[in-house]
Each structure stands twice: as structure tokens, then as C-alpha cells.
């Protein structure tokens, strides 16, 4: 069983700064990548930011230069810092985790989500 723990999320005002986190847990053998999403109300989800297990980034056009993700490879753990935040940054944010588990001495390759965490910048 894996899982992923979501924290950080918060209401703040525009131009301010919240660090999101998530750690995860489980039957690990390694973890390929790991990624933040979002999605607004009425909208798809959205990547936002991505680290992979070399530690090669990319971001949404939206954020570049306002967030920062990174990660914590001892603890499994992967942050986005986020910072100017705007309105239009208002979400629900989700961890995804591209992770090989061991189940039964076997290695299987999936992809795993956190249960969301509510950011919000009033306008």
C-alpha cells in the first residue's frame, strides 16, 4: 500500500507564499518522478511543476519564476514552493507520485495521486 500525504495548503492573500508538501509512503523501491497538479473549478487538471529522479524540472508557463519545486529524496518528499501568488493560482493541488513498488517480491511501475490540498488567493 502507498501512499501519499498532502500538506501546506492554505488561503493567502495575492503576492503571498505558501510551501505545499508531500511525502510518500509504502512498499517504495524507487521513485522515477514526482509532480504537482492542479485544477480550478470548471477546469481540467493541470500539471504545474515536475522533478524527476535525475532532478530535472519543468513547469507550467504559468508559474515559471513565481514556484519552485524540489524534493527530499531521503524522505521521499517532494515540495512546491510558491510564491507571488496570484488568483488565478487558486486550486485544488494534487501530488502525483510515478513510483516502482514492490508487491510480492515483484516490481510494478505506477503512477500515484495525493487526496488534494485547497489553495486559495481572494482576489
Known amino acids: 500500500q502507498v501512499q501519499l500525504v498532502e500538506s501546506g495548503g492554505g488561503s493567502v492573500q495575492a503576492g503571498g507564499f505558501l510551501r505545499l508538501s508531500c511525502a510518500a509512503s509504502?512498499?517504495?523501491?524507487?521513485?522515477?518522478?514526482m509532480a504537482w497538479y492542479r485544477q480550478a473549478p470548471g477546469k481540467q487538471r493541470e500539471l504545474v511543476a515536475r522533478?524527476?529522479?535525475?532532478?530535472?524540472?519543468n513547469y507550467a508557463e504559468s508559474v515559471k519564476g513565481r514556484f519552485t519545486i524540489s524534493r527530499d529524496n531521503a524522505e521521499n518528499t517532494v515540495y512546491l514552493q510558491m510564491n507571488s501568488l496570484k488568483p488565478e493560482d487558486t486550486a485544488v493541488y494534487y501530488c502525483?507520485?510515478?513510483?516502482?513498488?514492490?508487491?510480492?517480491?515483484?516490481?510494478?511501475?505506477?503512477?500515484?495521486w495525493g487526496q488534494g490540498t485547497q489553495v486559495t488567493v481572494p482576489s
Open positions: 522533478v524527476t529522479s535525475g532532478g530535472s524540472t
Open positions: 502525483n507520485a510515478d513510483l516502482t513498488v514492490v508487491v510480492a517480491s515483484t516490481r510494478f511501475r505506477n503512477d500515484y
Open positions: 509504502g512498499s517504495i523501491f524507487s521513485i522515477n518522478a
